[in-house]
Nanobody, 124 residues
């Protein structure tokens, strides 16, 4: 049974940092592309970052480039999102997602497995 569990969310002030983690189980982690998405109240779920199978290739949405870093540890079955210089507009529920593919999809519709989400709130 595939399971993704996010952690690390919280309430921070603008300019602060947070590190989100997603622990995966129930499948061969290294065979899955991993991604982070977020959903703010009243908005659609949007792509944040994606990382390929071995962690060499990453891609980010423009609004987080230079501030967020996605990484993975295939030995520990975890994917992380380091978020620096947080802004109020980063406030959302953050989800990790997984798909067995070598393609770094940015559409939420492409992903097969999802975590329950972790809330990130950035105050101004």
């Amino acid at each position: 049974q595939v399971q993704l569990v996010e952690s690390g969310g919280g309430l921070v002030q603008a300019g602060d940092s947070l590190r989100l983690s997603c622990a995966a189980s129930g499948y061969t982690f290294s065979s899955y592309t991993m991604a982070w998405f977020r959903q703010a109240p009243g908005k659609e779920r949007e792509f944040v970052a994606v990382i390929n199978l071995n962690g060499v290739y990453t891609y980010y949405t423009d609004s987080v480039k230079g501030r967020f870093t996605i990484s993975r540890d295939n030995a520990k079955n975890t994917v992380s999102l380091q978020m620096n210089s947080l802004k109020p507009e980063d406030t959302a529920v953050y989800y990790c997602a997984a798909k067995r593919t070598i393609v770094q999809f940015t559409s939420s519709a492409q992903y097969d497995y999802w975590g329950q989400g972790t809330q990130v709130t950035v105050s101004s």
